[in-house]
């Protein structure tokens, strides 16, 4: 299958989103995604990328504080503020998916009727706009299970796949087989699963593919078996162990590591 091969925008630490997509198209990639920090800076990467002709894949809502939005305070309104603009955002520029967390840490509080409601907001309002919403697998099965249920029927709503936090988190639970029709978007990069020693730590270390230990052949057999067409994203930047490598000698190795995983 054809599906393009990208890579976040901000992966390269001191340079600017701009400049690191003309790097990024240089080696060979084929789409990117970003954060979301203004409306401005995401119409300008869509039309740098349209430059380039690499694809916008999607944009990664904000999500620190995201537990804030299944407690009755009110401190929960800047990050849902922000995860509407990063659809308003999207909208704008013509960018098909935004992902959002559901929970975050081992210990989220529980599943409210506030909560959904809120959560209703932000799936009505994306209907509204015409931009699709993908929650992301962290660490709760159930929290992610439990919202996937509630927009089962609706068009809109949809999964990213994070195998990376698969492995280090809910390594036993295989999420293409729980969404296989409803995978948007990915999330890739590798770890060594969960601690053996700690189960509690975050074993999320966001290394380059093969420097881990995550099965990507089972991965590509269980994309392939249900017909996955989007593209294949990794969700890494250049940090230890590669900080000392140059920006173009890391991103080729990337690359290459996308190509080997996209040729199982």
């Not at 308003?88 to 509080?109: I, N």
């Not at 699709?132 to 299970?145: P, Q, S, T």
Request: aromatic letters at 12%; hydrophobic letters at 40%; glycine letters at 8%.
């Amino acid at each position: 299958m054809g599906r393009k091969l990208g890579i976040e925008s901000h992966c390269l630490p001191g340079v600017a989103q701009d400049e690191a997509l003309e790097l990024i198209k240089a080696t060979g990639f084929e789409a990117f995604f970003t954060g979301y920090n203004s409306t401005e800076e995401v119409c300008a990467l869509r039309k740098k990328g349209d430059e380039l002709g690499l694809t916008y894949d999607f944009i990664h809502a904000p999500f620190r504080g995201i537990n804030s939005l299944w407690t009755p305070a009110l401190d929960y309104l800047p990050l849902y503020d922000k995860i509407i603009d990063s659809i308003d955002a999207a909208a704008e520029a013509g960018v098909p998916t935004v992902v959002v967390h559901v929970t975050s840490g081992w210990w989220p509080p529980h599943l409210s009727d506030i909560g959904f409601a809120r959560f209703d907001g932000l799936v009505e309002h994306a209907i509204h706009r015409g931009v699709k919403i993908a929650f992301e697998n962290i660490r709760k099965v159930g929290n992610l299970a439990a919202i996937m249920d509630r927009y089962e029927r609706v068009e809109n709503v949809g999964f990213c796949f994070d195998n990376g936090h698969e492995h280090c988190y809910t390594e036993t639970v295989k999420f293409l087989d729980l969404y296989p029709k409803r995978t948007l978007c990915t999330h890739i990069h590798d770890n060594h699963g969960r601690d053996k020693n700690d189960p509690w730590l975050d074993a999320d270390y966001h290394l380059v593919p093969f420097d881990g230990s995550y099965d990507f052949k089972d991965m590509m057999d269980r994309m392939n078996k249900y017909g996955y067409e989007g593209n294949l994203t990794m969700e890494i930047t250049k940090k230890a162990p590669y900080a000392d490598m140059a920006n173009e000698d890391w991103l080729k190795m990337v690359y290459e590591r996308l190509v080997k995983i996209s040729n199982m």
